[in-house]
């Protein structure tokens, strides 16, 4: 076992137990000692519900680029969790992300198609406009909220942009986006069922609005629900429910981006300094931030073939949840993992997986996070939190709800 490992004293003891379906706050406050327990112990684990964790960095990469062995496909896990009949089964069964080629590779083509280098370039400014005004209210108010007021606030301007949703339709987005990707989590409660199939319902039926609009003037290049349209093959179910997911993945884990590395400088002070004296470093910081507190900390795939993980055999339809969080703090793969390094180099972190699953939207957040982070330092060098920040209680996705600072 590494010495960079933060295993607590009893292990061995926490690593048999672990059980993804039954979490306390303290794991959701600080999962890292129990990820190092599983690496170190265990991690290849079982669990009582039969599926197993996996902790470490080789097998996580391994899997996600193995598509012979191993299926996203979550048809057979998400029947008895959500109900055949339920708007959240239909959702996430149709959505890219649980799907195998070929349909996944169809509806993949047209999203990171939409999103060129050419496209990129030219959101910049636009992104570097919202962060500004955003920075002057914030500055002018003196006292805010980083979550409320900023990180959640940038994302869904942007996708809001790339989908063309009207600006005026954009405040229900991310109680909706929070209401179905909540229900995702272990063991989801029977409120965060219904305020997820509720939410389902109701984006779905303001997409169809949205939908009959664009078929009706449809839209440029760049517009990605003016892309999906021209895909013959997809149904109108499948167009809805993957502007759903493109809208719900690209705000949330970007959110939880922003918010998590401004709370990771803020509590550490060199590399703040370090950043903001030495700009340049703002790409492989935003790696690292990645790495560091992966926004999505969980992923999952389906065995397909019997296959052999570090001497455990995984037969057919074994369930496996793949602990991102966990591998990128990986001491066989990563110097010092539980230390922030704004230059790490190598970086192989697995935050937006890898292989032909790997995030569609990632050039996005890059962008996003990118121009966040470094203005918010830049722009607010008196920026300081003034409370105990809010941690959202979710295994999947790490972020806070609530950062309180001021300036």
């Not at 349909?103 to 496209?119: C, E, K, N, S």
């Not at 760049?222 to 705000?251: K, S, V």
Request: aromatic share 6%.
């Amino acid at each position: 076992m590494s010495e960079h490992d933060t295993t607590p004293i009893d292990g061995r003891a926490v690593a048999a137990g672990f059980d993804p379906n039954r979490l306390g706050r303290e794991f959701y406050e600080n999962p890292y000692p129990t990820y190092a327990a599983l690496r170190a112990f265990d991690p290849v684990h079982r669990c009582p519900d039969g599926s197993y964790f996996l902790t470490r960095h080789a097998d996580l990469d391994r899997i996600y680029r193995d598509r012979h062995h191993f299926s996203s496909d979550k048809k057979a896990v998400f029947a008895p969790k959500f109900g055949i009949a339920s708007p959240l089964y239909e959702h996430h069964t149709t959505s890219l992300v649980f799907n195998d080629p070929p349909y996944h590779a169809r509806v993949r083509r047209q999203i990171v198609g939409a999103l060129t280098p050419q496209v990129l370039n030219s959101m910049e400014p636009g992104v570097v406009s919202l962060v500004d005004t955003l920075l002057d209210r914030m500055d002018e108010r003196r006292r805010f909220d980083l979550i409320a007021d900023y990180a959640a606030a940038i994302p869904v301007e942007v996708i809001g942009n790339l989908l063309r949703v009207p600006r005026e339709d954009r405040e229900p987005l991310r109680d909706w986006s929070l209401a179905i990707l909540g229900a995702l989590e272990p063991a989801p409660t029977a409120e965060q069922h219904a305020a997820g199939n509720r939410a389902v319902r109701e984006f779905s039926d303001y997409l169809r609005i949205l939908v009959a609009d664009r078929r009706r003037q449809p839209g440029d290049d760049a517009d990605i629900l003016t892309r999906l349209l021209r895909e013959e093959q997809m149904t109108e179910p499948e167009l809805l429910h993957n502007c759903i997911f493109l809208l719900n993945a690209g705000h949330e884990t970007t959110t939880n981006l922003i918010g998590n590395s401004l709370h990771a400088l803020l509590n550490d002070t060199g590399s703040l300094v370090q950043l903001r004296d030495t700009p340049q470093l703002i790409g492989s910081a935003v790696e690292e931030f990645l790495r560091f507190e992966s926004s999505n900390q969980l992923g999952n795939r389906l065995v397909l073939e019997r296959v052999v993980c570090r001497d455990v055999v995984l037969d057919p339809g074994t369930y496996l949840t793949l602990c991102i969080g966990a591998a990128n703090r990986d001491p066989d793969e990563f110097h010092a993992p539980d230390r922030l390094d704004l230059a790490r180099s190598p970086n192989r972190h697995l935050a937006f997986g890898a292989g032909a699953h790997a995030c569609a939207g990632m050039s996005v957040a890059r962008l996003e996070a990118r121009i966040a982070i470094l203005k918010a330092i830049q722009r607010l060098p008196g920026l300081h939190l003034t409370a105990v920040p809010t941690r959202d209680a979710r295994a999947r996705f790490r972020g806070f709800r609530s950062l309180p600072a001021a300036t």
